[in-house]
């Protein structure tokens, strides 16, 4: 997910600021890694970086995340992706600031 952050009252276009899935995609297409790849590549390629699950940049590491899938090798990015997608969710909603803190990351100011 990306979302734009506040302007602070400048007429400047911000960039937008990656969590979850979109931040483990952003680095792939920086780094290179052929798929099929397995859990050992993937963390030998991207590194066992924090990468952020909220717009509040609240992290976790990569390994933690991929510890957590089950699969040993992804055929695919996108698989990949898949797979750590609902480990974000659970991240973003076990440590969000509750109902407010969904509703806040949903509001564009």
């Known amino acids: 997910m990306g979302v734009r952050p506040p302007s602070g009252g400048t007429d400047d276009e911000p ?3 990656e969590f979850g899935i979109a931040a483990v995609d952003a680095r792939l297409r920086d780094v290179e890694l ?3 790849a397995d859990r050992e590549e ?13 717009v509040d940049g609240s992290d976790v590491r990569l390994g933690t995340l991929i ?12 698989e990949l992706l898949n797979e750590l997608h609902p480990r974000f ?7 969000s600031g509750g109902v407010i803190g969904r509703l806040r990351s949903l509001l564009p100011f």
């Open 67 to 78: 510890a957590d899938v089950e699969r040993e090798r992804f055929e695919s990015r996108q």
């Open 42 to 54: 993937v963390l030998a390629t991207l590194g066992d970086a924090h990468v952020p699950y909220d």
């Open 15 to 17: 960039e937008s600021v």
């Open 34 to 36: 052929s798929f099929p």
């Open 89 to 95: 969710e659970r991240y973003r909603e076990q440590r």
